[in-house]
Protein backbone atom coordinates (compact mmCIF):
# COMPACT_ATOMS: atom_id res chain seq x y z
CA UNK A 1 0.00 0.00 0.00
CA UNK A 2 0.90 3.43 -0.67
CA UNK A 3 2.95 5.59 2.36
CA UNK A 4 3.55 9.05 2.35
CA UNK A 5 6.26 10.73 4.05
CA UNK A 6 5.84 14.52 5.16
CA UNK A 7 8.28 16.83 6.89
CA UNK A 8 8.34 18.62 9.08
CA UNK A 9 5.20 18.02 11.09
CA UNK A 10 5.26 21.87 12.97
CA UNK A 11 7.65 24.59 11.76
CA UNK A 12 7.83 28.10 12.96
CA UNK A 13 9.17 30.95 9.99
CA UNK A 14 9.71 34.51 10.48
CA UNK A 15 8.34 36.89 8.09
CA UNK A 16 10.49 37.09 4.60
CA UNK A 17 12.38 33.56 5.46
CA UNK A 18 12.54 30.84 2.72
CA UNK A 19 10.22 27.39 3.11
CA UNK A 20 10.85 24.24 1.56
CA UNK A 21 8.63 21.30 2.70
CA UNK A 22 8.96 17.54 1.34
CA UNK A 23 7.08 15.34 0.78
CA UNK A 24 8.04 11.40 -1.13
CA UNK A 25 5.61 8.46 -1.67
CA UNK A 26 6.39 4.87 -1.38
CA UNK A 27 4.25 1.80 -3.13
CA UNK A 28 3.38 3.13 -6.44
CA UNK A 29 5.08 4.65 -9.71
CA UNK A 30 4.13 7.32 -11.49
CA UNK A 31 1.41 8.75 -9.49
CA UNK A 32 -0.56 11.99 -9.26
CA UNK A 33 0.60 14.28 -6.46
CA UNK A 34 -1.34 17.37 -4.84
CA UNK A 35 -0.33 20.14 -2.17
CA UNK A 36 -3.32 21.16 -0.43
CA UNK A 37 -3.46 24.11 2.21
CA UNK A 38 -5.84 24.31 5.12
CA UNK A 39 -6.71 27.04 6.84
CA UNK A 40 -8.27 27.35 10.86
CA UNK A 41 -8.95 23.26 10.25
CA UNK A 42 -11.90 23.96 8.03
CA UNK A 43 -12.06 23.66 3.64
CA UNK A 44 -8.72 22.52 1.81
CA UNK A 45 -7.53 24.49 -0.91
CA UNK A 46 -5.73 23.18 -3.81
CA UNK A 47 -2.38 24.83 -4.14
CA UNK A 48 -0.61 22.59 -6.91
CA UNK A 49 -1.00 19.04 -8.43
CA UNK A 50 1.30 17.09 -10.52
CA UNK A 51 0.93 14.28 -12.96
CA UNK A 52 4.57 13.72 -13.77
CA UNK A 53 8.06 14.73 -13.34
CA UNK A 54 8.75 18.32 -13.72
CA UNK A 55 5.20 18.99 -14.37
CA UNK A 56 3.24 21.30 -12.10
CA UNK A 57 -0.17 23.31 -12.22
CA UNK A 58 -1.01 25.83 -10.17
CA UNK A 59 -4.40 26.66 -9.17
CA UNK A 60 -4.35 29.95 -7.24
CA UNK A 61 -1.88 32.95 -7.61
CA UNK A 62 -0.13 33.12 -4.64
CA UNK A 63 3.90 33.26 -2.60
CA UNK A 64 4.34 29.39 -3.07
CA UNK A 65 5.58 27.12 -5.63
CA UNK A 66 5.92 23.59 -6.44
CA UNK A 67 8.44 21.38 -7.72
CA UNK A 68 8.88 17.64 -8.86
CA UNK A 69 12.40 16.90 -9.48
CA UNK A 70 11.67 12.79 -9.04
CA UNK A 71 8.51 10.27 -9.17
CA UNK A 72 7.87 10.29 -5.62
CA UNK A 73 9.65 13.80 -4.81
CA UNK A 74 7.15 17.08 -4.42
CA UNK A 75 8.42 19.87 -2.88
CA UNK A 76 6.39 23.00 -2.00
CA UNK A 77 8.45 26.43 -1.50
CA UNK A 78 8.33 29.91 -0.68
CA UNK A 79 11.26 32.54 -1.53
CA UNK A 80 9.94 34.84 0.84
CA UNK A 81 7.04 33.86 3.55
CA UNK A 82 4.03 36.32 4.57
CA UNK A 83 1.55 36.01 7.26
CA UNK A 84 -0.94 34.45 5.75
CA UNK A 85 1.15 31.45 4.08
CA UNK A 86 0.46 29.90 7.67
CA UNK A 87 -1.85 26.80 7.60
CA UNK A 88 -1.68 23.32 7.41
CA UNK A 89 -0.48 22.16 4.48
CA UNK A 90 -1.02 18.42 3.38
CA UNK A 91 0.94 16.30 0.44
CA UNK A 92 -1.59 13.91 -1.38
CA UNK A 93 -0.65 10.67 -3.56
CA UNK A 94 -3.52 9.45 -5.94
CA UNK A 95 -2.53 6.53 -7.74
CA UNK A 96 -5.14 5.57 -10.99
CA UNK A 97 -3.53 1.46 -11.03
CA UNK A 98 -5.48 -0.48 -8.74
CA UNK A 99 -7.68 2.15 -6.45
CA UNK A 100 -8.70 5.42 -7.13
CA UNK A 101 -8.38 7.23 -3.63
CA UNK A 102 -6.26 9.55 -2.92
CA UNK A 103 -3.30 9.27 0.12
CA UNK A 104 -2.78 11.78 2.58
CA UNK A 105 0.32 12.62 4.38
CA UNK A 106 0.46 13.47 8.08
CA UNK A 107 0.07 17.57 7.29
CA UNK A 108 2.71 20.16 8.54
CA UNK A 109 1.20 23.16 10.75
CA UNK A 110 2.83 26.00 9.29
CA UNK A 111 3.33 29.20 11.82
CA UNK A 112 5.02 32.49 10.14
CA UNK A 113 5.63 34.80 13.02
CA UNK B 1 -17.36 25.98 -12.59
CA UNK B 2 -17.22 22.34 -11.50
CA UNK B 3 -17.64 22.02 -7.72
CA UNK B 4 -18.80 20.01 -4.76
CA UNK B 5 -20.96 21.49 -1.62
CA UNK B 6 -21.63 21.29 1.79
CA UNK B 7 -24.29 23.06 3.03
CA UNK B 8 -23.74 22.49 6.86
CA UNK B 9 -20.77 23.68 8.81
CA UNK B 10 -21.49 21.05 11.52
CA UNK B 11 -24.21 18.56 12.09
CA UNK B 12 -25.02 17.88 16.08
CA UNK B 13 -25.96 13.97 16.64
CA UNK B 14 -26.74 12.03 20.03
CA UNK B 15 -24.84 8.65 19.85
CA UNK B 16 -27.45 5.78 18.67
CA UNK B 17 -29.22 7.92 16.40
CA UNK B 18 -28.70 8.33 12.54
CA UNK B 19 -26.79 10.33 11.04
CA UNK B 20 -26.40 12.29 7.30
CA UNK B 21 -23.71 14.88 5.96
CA UNK B 22 -24.79 16.52 2.94
CA UNK B 23 -23.06 17.00 0.04
CA UNK B 24 -24.34 18.05 -3.75
CA UNK B 25 -22.46 18.06 -6.57
CA UNK B 26 -22.09 20.41 -9.52
CA UNK B 27 -19.65 18.56 -12.06
CA UNK B 28 -20.44 17.51 -15.88
CA UNK B 29 -19.95 14.06 -17.24
CA UNK B 30 -19.39 11.20 -14.60
CA UNK B 31 -17.60 12.60 -11.60
CA UNK B 32 -15.81 9.77 -9.02
CA UNK B 33 -17.07 11.06 -6.20
CA UNK B 34 -15.81 10.73 -2.40
CA UNK B 35 -15.46 11.21 1.70
CA UNK B 36 -12.90 11.65 3.51
CA UNK B 37 -12.24 12.28 7.29
CA UNK B 38 -9.96 13.88 9.37
CA UNK B 39 -9.38 14.00 12.91
CA UNK B 40 -7.60 17.23 14.66
CA UNK B 41 -4.46 18.12 13.58
CA UNK B 42 -4.30 14.80 10.99
CA UNK B 43 -4.25 14.08 7.41
CA UNK B 44 -7.94 12.97 5.72
CA UNK B 45 -8.58 9.17 5.46
CA UNK B 46 -10.60 7.75 3.03
CA UNK B 47 -13.85 6.43 3.68
CA UNK B 48 -15.47 5.58 0.80
CA UNK B 49 -15.91 6.39 -3.37
CA UNK B 50 -18.86 6.26 -5.91
CA UNK B 51 -17.42 5.80 -9.92
CA UNK B 52 -20.32 3.64 -11.40
CA UNK B 53 -22.62 0.84 -10.19
CA UNK B 54 -24.35 0.51 -7.26
CA UNK B 55 -25.71 3.71 -6.36
CA UNK B 56 -25.69 2.98 -2.75
CA UNK B 57 -22.14 2.55 -1.79
CA UNK B 58 -20.54 1.38 1.49
CA UNK B 59 -17.62 1.85 2.66
CA UNK B 60 -15.24 2.24 6.26
CA UNK B 61 -16.48 2.41 9.75
CA UNK B 62 -20.08 1.24 9.02
CA UNK B 63 -20.29 4.66 6.84
CA UNK B 64 -22.27 4.34 3.82
CA UNK B 65 -23.61 7.53 0.98
CA UNK B 66 -26.24 6.94 -2.20
CA UNK B 67 -25.59 8.46 -5.51
CA UNK B 68 -28.48 10.29 -6.60
CA UNK B 69 -28.20 11.78 -9.97
CA UNK B 70 -31.44 13.07 -10.29
CA UNK B 71 -30.75 15.31 -7.27
CA UNK B 72 -26.85 15.24 -8.01
CA UNK B 73 -26.48 14.47 -4.05
CA UNK B 74 -24.03 11.82 -2.16
CA UNK B 75 -25.22 11.96 1.14
CA UNK B 76 -22.97 10.33 3.70
CA UNK B 77 -24.97 8.26 6.25
CA UNK B 78 -25.07 6.04 9.55
CA UNK B 79 -27.62 4.38 10.88
CA UNK B 80 -25.85 5.08 14.37
CA UNK B 81 -23.82 7.26 15.29
CA UNK B 82 -20.76 6.51 17.75
CA UNK B 83 -18.91 9.76 19.94
CA UNK B 84 -15.54 8.57 17.91
CA UNK B 85 -17.07 9.37 14.58
CA UNK B 86 -17.09 12.76 16.05
CA UNK B 87 -14.60 14.43 12.89
CA UNK B 88 -14.11 16.97 9.97
CA UNK B 89 -16.21 15.14 6.84
CA UNK B 90 -15.60 16.41 3.60
CA UNK B 91 -16.78 15.42 -0.09
CA UNK B 92 -14.74 15.44 -3.07
CA UNK B 93 -14.77 14.95 -6.96
CA UNK B 94 -12.10 14.56 -9.76
CA UNK B 95 -13.64 13.83 -13.45
CA UNK B 96 -11.92 10.83 -13.87
CA UNK B 97 -8.99 12.44 -15.60
CA UNK B 98 -6.79 11.81 -11.96
CA UNK B 99 -5.51 15.17 -12.53
CA UNK B 100 -7.75 17.82 -10.04
CA UNK B 101 -9.11 16.43 -6.71
CA UNK B 102 -11.20 18.82 -5.23
CA UNK B 103 -12.59 18.62 -2.18
CA UNK B 104 -15.64 20.84 -0.30
CA UNK B 105 -15.87 23.11 2.54
CA UNK B 106 -16.31 20.46 4.93
CA UNK B 107 -18.85 19.30 8.02
CA UNK B 108 -17.72 19.08 10.89
CA UNK B 109 -19.85 16.22 12.60
CA UNK B 110 -20.58 16.47 16.72
CA UNK B 111 -21.47 13.02 18.51
CA UNK B 112 -22.66 13.51 22.02
CA UNK B 113 -24.00 11.13 24.67
Known amino acids: SQTIHQWPATLVQPVGSPLSLECTVEGTSNPNLYWYRQAAGRGLQLLFY??????ISSEVPQNLSASRPQDRQFILSSKKLLLSDSGFYLCACLDRGLRTEAFFGQGTRLTVV | AQSVAQPEDQVNVAEGNPLTVKCTYS??????LFWYVQYPNRGLQFLLKYITGDNLVKGSYGFEAEFNKSQTSFHLKKPSALVSDSALYFC???????????FGTGTRLQVTL
Open chain 2, 92 to 102: AFDTGTASKLT
Open chain 2, 27 to 32: VSGNPY
Open chain 1, 50 to 55: SVGIGQ
